[in-house]
């Protein structure tokens, strides 16, 4: 595992980290959660593009509101007079056709309490986290990490 700093603003971060760290033809994992909102639309798209080009087997793990929560809740403005704006209007119905338009497959889709479910132990009196079903979490990969995954016999498939 490698932990990489990139520039999301700059088109070409994913190309020039992956030329220097040697991921070219590797498969690769780009974890972006808590990141989408703090971008322009133009640097998600980009990074998305990026993905679905990748020279290699390749997925993206990020999270995103639900377009109801963006349109409907105050957090927004919570968040802009904290100074920590929100700079995209990147919800899961855009970024999934975001994702589409990069060549992406959305391979899993899940609320935060799902992936907690999933992902997080449980004890009796249930998950360890919390979850809200206005978050949601998504894995998109490129055509060479989805034809590599079924090659090696994992069943990936569009989300129910």
């Not at 959305?106 to 809200?132: H, K, M, N, W």
């Amino acid at each position: 595992m490698t932990f990489a700093p990139l520039d999301l603003s700059r088109g070409s971060a994913l190309a020039q980290q992956a030329e220097h760290y040697q991921w070219i033809g590797r498969p690769v994992l780009f974890v972006c959660e808590g990141v989408f909102p703090y971008l322009d639309l133009g640097a998600v798209q980009a990074l998305l593009r990026q993905v679905g080009l990748f020279d290699g087997p390749a997925a993206i793990a990020f999270d995103t509101v639900t377009t109801a929560f963006r349109a409907h809740h105050p957090v927004r403005e919570g968040l802009a007079r904290a100074r920590e704006p929100w700079l995209s209007d990147a919800d899961s119905t855009i970024v999934a056709n975001l994702c589409d338009a990069a060549g992406l497959q959305i391979i899993d889709e899940l609320s935060v309490a799902q992936g907690l479910e999933r992902y997080l132990p449980t004890s009796a009196a249930g998950s360890v986290g919390f979850g809200s079903a206005e978050i949601r979490m998504f894995v998109a990969a490129n055509p060479r990490f989805v034809s590599a995954a079924e090659a090696a016999g994992s069943a990936i498939a569009a989300p129910s």
